[in-house]
Each structure stands twice: as structure tokens, then as C-alpha cells.
């Protein structure tokens, strides 16, 4: 019984509701606790995820879909976390994954590292406070750090390289590492085609992924122009077009209706055959239109019937119909054509300019796609993935957006840091070198961020199957003993510990991010000292 009834002094009945039993409460160190237990348990799961030998998650959907990653943010944003705090560590990674495009997977093992520094200097009795002002000036001292100790690559659109390199450290960890080159290569020329260097600035919206599953990855393109996944709405239209005059049309190929809703009555066979000439008329009408603005192929938002399709044909003119919002606004963009509302409104000037547009099959399966390329705007390109399976396509379109975001923040921002947890090590140890100079209670905060930085040289070494303790204080010692900043974890065993020499970079900015945000949710999740949970009827 949850309420109980009774009445006052003047007989009114009312309901007191016993409430306060069905509240579970945690406070104090308790509850700071039990936060990091979530966020931890959370952060192990993407942590054997890091690194070039990190391994892949297979995530399967209620409605049985599957994805197969090694994405950070992937496997955050898909897995089903009910606890609040573990919902604040897929924000976390989703945050790095917005504005940086790669480090998620480090983010978050970052974050995890450092709660469980945290929980180590709770049990002392430090007070949740005293640890995130330490936790806050070490951050301070290893983002200074990381600007003394990053390196300008020069690059050019000649001279893409240096480029070239970081694409492919960032793609080094993923699925498609077995066309390696080819893909670090695509993830630089597409941007390169699309950035504006002047301002220093990339725009995503005009780069399209397109994936179909056949091929091998090795049979992945990138495509100056536009892949449309449709075909032309008639098997018997010319399936390549030289240079095309697009007319881009959001209006549909039939009679107009009112915008109200109407009804019409045929009482006799005449006007029913009035009826049918007038709509044979409309649609003449509309195809003379066209015609007469000097178009020779049509891409419509909409569908239109079979006698629309006919006359199309008839008329010589090859249509594709239903092409989609984002495809018809990159189509424009492309060919530097207009989108056409209503057909009084067509025009030679509004037309979009191609080279060719040729229509592309696939194996047996009677699939078609349609390229649009030579465009009048080169700025518009189409990566084509190929691969095995669904999974497969859909995974390499994951990595090739990260390495792109990758040569993205380098046209950004030219700085890099050496790769192979090299800056992680190097901020470890300016980190405790400044912790000493330090006399209050957080010079400890202070040491447990730089073992928290060491998770992660830690866990790389193990992901790739070294002695992790022995590899992190040899790299470690080496970098103090000869002041070399760039000494990392030699996950591929080639025997060098140089991060420069086997040309592992990451970008400045990732980094530094990285840090920035995972000491802000550190510090946010030590502050909540009280939870109040709302027990359902059911588990009273």
C-alpha cells in the first residue's frame, strides 16, 4: 500500500501518499563511488579497442542489426547504458567524435583512468574537491606541455605527404589497415578537393559516402561529382549522356491539385475523356517546357506514372526520379545548377552542367547506381566504398570519415604530436616533475593524473600483446635520459621506439582536447555527492 486515506477534523477524506519509502538515496563518498564503479566499468569495455592491434566489438541491435567496430564512439553511442554516468561517457566520446572526428577511444579510456586514480586517493580521505583542483592544474601543465612538444608539418597541395602519414596512423587501428595506402590516400584527396585553404576550413556537407556491398575494399573509388542510387526511370533511355544540361526539378511530373482537399465527379464517358486529354496536355506541356529551356536530362524529387515515364521516352528525354533531399542538394551544388520549384520557373541559366552522367550495374543482381561526373564544381566529390558485407562497408566508411577528420584538423591546425602514447609518457613526466614543486594537499591529485596519463602507453602495449609494465618504464626511461619527447610504444614490434621515425603522428588539437574534456567530466562526476533514485511501483 503506497497511499493511505484518512480524513481531517472536519470529516474531509484525503489521500496521504507514503512516498518517501519508495526513495533509494546515496550520499557522500558512497555515491562518488558508485559513479566511478559505473564510468570505469563502462571505460574497460571500449579499452581493448586501442591501438593498431586493438580489437573490434560486434554490437548487435533489438532489431537484430549488426555492427562490427572498433570506433570509440561507435560502440559508446550503440551500446544500451541505463546508469546516468555511463550515459555521460558516450557524451563524452560523442563530443570528441563531433568536433575532433577521432580519439574517442583514448578519450574514454582516459576518463576511466583517472576516476580510478580518483577512487585511490578517496580511500585516503582527500576530499573530492582537493583532487579536482589537482586533477584541474595538472591538466594545465600537460596542455602546456603538449604545445612545447609538438612538431609543424608543412604540407602543400603539391606536397601532401606529411598528410598522407596521419591518415595513416588514424587508420592504422581500423578494418580497412589491409589498403592501407590507398585509403589514406582517398581520405586526403577528398579533402583536399573540398577544403577552402584560404579560410582554412572543411565542409563535410560536400562530401558523400556511398557504399555497396560486392567488390573489395581495394575496388573503392573516390568520384568528382555525384553518385545517385537510383536509375533512370525507363530501362530503354540511353544509359550514358555526354555533356548533360541537368534540369533539377522538386516539382512532380503530373497534373496540378488544389492544396485543399478535393473531389471531383464524372458523370459521363466525355467528361472522363476530357479529363484524360487534359492531363496528356499537362503532361506534353511540361516535357515541352523542359525540352524548350534546353535540358536533356531530368532528376525530380518526386515520381511520376507511367505515361509521364512514356512521354519522357517518346521525347527523348532520360529522367531519374525519386532522388532524396540531401542527393538533389549536392546534385545542385555539383553542377552548379538551380532547384526548380514549378516548371513555369525553368530556365537555360538554372540548369546544371556535367561532363557525362553514365549509368553503372552491379554483377547479377540488376542493381544500378548513377555517377554524375565532370561537374561544373569540382568541390563536390563522392567516396564509393566497396566490400564484402554490410558491415564491412559500413565500417570503412567509419574509419575513412575519421582519417578525413584527421587530415581535416591538420589544414586546421599543421601542429601534430608524436603517436604510440609518446606525448602521454612525455606529460606524465613533466606532470610529476611539477607535482614536487608543489607543498599543498594537491601535488597527490597532481601524481595520480600523471599515472592516469600512463594508462594509456599501458594499455596500448597490452592490446598489442607486449609485457606492459616492462615496455612503459623502458620508453619511459629512455625519454627522460635522453630528452627525447617522441619515444613511444612500439605497438607493431619493429624495433623502433621513435614515434617520428616510424611517421606515427596525432594531431595537436585531438590531444589537447582529449585531455580538456576528460578532466572536465572527471571534475563534474567527484562533485555529485548525492543521488536521489525514484523506486518504481513494482520494485517497492
Not at 590507398?182 to 572543411?202: G, N, P, S, Y
Not at 553518385?227 to 497534373?255: G, Y
Not at 582536447?513 to 533514485?533: C, G, H, N, S, Y
Request: hydrophobic content about 40%; charged content about 25%.
Amino acid at each position: 500500500m503506497s497511499a493511505i486515506y484518512t480524513t481531517d477534523e472536519y470529516g474531509r477524506p484525503f489521500i496521504i501518499v507514503r512516498e518517501q519509502d519508495r526513495k533509494a538515496r546515496k550520499t557522500g563518498v558512497e555515491a562518488t563511488k558508485s559513479h566511478i564503479m559505473a564510468a570505469k566499468t563502462v571505460a574497460n569495455i571500449v579499452r581493448t579497442s586501442l591501438g593498431p592491434r586493438g580489437l573490434d566489438k560486434i554490437l548487435i541491435s533489438p532489431d537484430g542489426d549488426i555492427t562490427i567496430s572498433n570506433d570509440g564512439a561507435t560502440i559508446m553511442s550503440q551500446m544500451a547504458i541505463e546508469n546516468q554516468i555511463g550515459k555521460l561517457l558516450v557524451e563524452l566520446s560523442k563530443s570528441q567524435d563531433d568536433e575532433i572526428g577521432d580519439g574517442t577511444t583514448g578519450i574514454v579510456v582516459l576518463a576511466g583512468a583517472l576516476l580510478e586514480q580518483a577512487e585511490e586517493l578517496l580511500d585516503r580521505g582527500i576530499h573530492p574537491i582537493r583532487i579536482s583542483d589537482g586533477f584541474e592544474r595538472a591538466c594545465k601543465i600537460a596542455v602546456a606541455h603538449l604545445d612545447e612538444v609538438s612538431d609543424v608539418i608543412p604540407w602543400s597541395k603539391d606536397d601532401t605527404s606529411d598528410l598522407f602519414k596521419c591518415a595513416k596512423t588514424s587508420l592504422g587501428s581500423k578494418i580497412v589497415n589491409k589498403c592501407h595506402d590507398q585509403f589514406a590516400q582517398i581520405a586526403v584527396d577528398t579533402i583536399l578537393a573540398v577544403a577552402d585553404l584560404e579560410r582554412k576550413d572543411v565542409d563535410f556537407e560536400l562530401i558523400k559516402m556511398e557504399g555497396k556491398v560486392g567488390g573489395e575494399l581495394a575496388d573503392t573509388t573516390l568520384v568528382h561529382g555525384v553518385i545517385i542510387d537510383k536509375d533512370f526511370s525507363h530501362p530503354q533511355m540511353p544509359k550514358e549522356i555526354k555533356d548533360a544540361r541537368i534540369a533539377i526539378l522538386t516539382c512532380p511530373f503530373e497534373p496540378p491539385k488544389p492544396k485543399t482537399k478535393h473531389k471531383l465527379d464524372i458523370t459521363t464517358v466525355k467528361e472522363f475523356e476530357e479529363l484524360q486529354k487534359y492531363e496528356r496536355e499537362t503532361f506534353e506541356n511540361m516535357v515541352k517546357q523542359v525540352k524548350e529551356c534546353g535540358a536533356n536530362v531530368v532528376a525530380c524529387q518526386w515520381g511520376f506514372d507511367d505515361e509521364a515515364n512514356s512521354l519522357l521516352l517518346q521525347h527523348k528525354l532520360p529522367a531519374i526520379r525519386w532522388v532524396g533531399g540531401p542527393e538533389i542538394e549536392l546534385l545542385a551544388i555539383a553542377t552548379n545548377g538551380r532547384i526548380v520549384p514549378r516548371f513555369e520557373d525553368l530556365a537555360s541559366d538554372k540548369l546544371g552542367k556535367a561532363g557525362t552522367i553514365r549509368e553503372l550495374a552491379f554483377g547479377t543482381t540488376n542493381e544500378n547506381m548513377i555517377v554524375v561526373e565532370d561537374c561544373a564544381n569540382s568541390k563536390a566529390v563522392t567516396v564509393f566504398v566497396r566490400g564484402g558485407n554490410k558491415m564491412i562497408v559500413d565500417e570503412a566508411k567509419r574509419s575513412l570519415h575519421d582519417a578525413m577528420c584527421v587530415v581535416r584538423n591538420l589544414i586546421v591546425d599543421n601542429r601534430v604530436v608524436y603517436g604510440g602514447a609518446a606525448a602521454e609518457i612525455s606529460c606524465s613526466i613533466a606532470v610529476e616533475k611539477a607535482a614536487d614543486q608543489v607543498s599543498s594537499i594537491e601535488q597527490y591529485a597532481m601524481r595520480s593524473f600523471a599515472r592516469a596519463l600512463d594508462a594509456i602507453p599501458l594499455t596500448l602495449a597490452e592490446n598489442s600483446g607486449l609485457p606492459p609494465i616492462e615496455t612503459l618504464s623502458y620508453v619511459k626511461s629512455q625519454q627522460v635520459k635522453e630528452g627525447n619527447s617522441r619515444l613511444g610504444v612500439d605497438c607493431m614490434d619493429t624495433g623502433i621506439y621513435d614515434m617520428k621515425e616510424q611517421f606515427v603522428f596525432d594531431p595537436l588539437i585531438s590531444k589537447r582536447q582529449q585531455f580538456l574534456l576528460a578532466t572536465q567530466l572527471v571534475k563534474m562526476i567527484l562533485k555529485i555527492d548525492d543521488v536521489i533514485v525514484h523506486k518504481s511501483e513494482g520494485e517497492h
